[in-house]
């Protein structure tokens, strides 16, 4: 194991602990997100609600569920700073672990990409924020979709190509 792969895969279970901290906080605050006796996700605020029921969403809120959204949100700022250098990390321990530098290369820009999908994680954020002080959504909301929608895309790929990298086996070299 070389040491560049181990200070990684260190960095990685750093990422990984900071990342089950936040999800289990951001799991734990979701219980209470409730508007007009329905209960509403952050999935459903980011992807699957239409633009209508996401201002209906947030204009309904009661002070206390505006309070743990918000709670909800700056816990992601802290998520933020697990998930996508985790998935860099498992990026960089894949290449280390691939023998073509096509896949080498292809793993290397996945984790570089990790800032831009870091990056719209935050401008979502900001977003979402903003829209809980004042539930007014104008022409932006194809272009919070689209913040959203690469986020996933980068985040996902990367992750979904290096696992298998990650927890194969390194090839010995030939002697």
Not at 1 to 29: D, E, P, V
Not at 71 to 91: E, K, R, S, T
Not at 98 to 105: A, N
Not at 126 to 148: A, C, K, Q, T
Request: charged fraction near 20%.
């Amino acid at each position: 194991m070389s040491i560049s792969y181990k200070r990684w895969q260190n960095y990685f279970l750093f990422c990984l602990g900071l990342f089950a901290g936040t999800a289990f906080c951001m799991k734990w605050m979701e219980g209470d997100f409730w508007q007009g006796g329905q209960q509403f996700t952050i999935i459903g605020l980011e992807i699957t609600d239409p633009k209508e029921k996401v201002v209906a969403i947030l204009a309904g809120l009661d002070r206390p569920v505006k309070m743990i959204l918000r709670y909800h949100l700056y816990f992601d700022f802290a998520f933020m700073a697990a998930v996508y250098p985790g998935i860099a990390a498992l990026c960089m321990m894949a290449r280390d672990k691939s023998g073509s530098s096509l896949v080498r290369k292809l793993l290397f820009i996945l984790a570089i990409l990790q800032t831009l999908a870091c990056g719209c994680d935050i401008a979502e954020n900001i977003y979402l924020l903003r829209w809980i002080s004042n539930p007014v959504i104008g022409d932006e909301f194809g272009l919070y979709h689209l913040v959203v929608y690469t986020k996933w895309i980068i985040a996902l790929s990367a992750a979904l190509i290096a696992i298998p990298f990650a927890i194969r086996k390194r090839k010995r070299a030939m002697a």
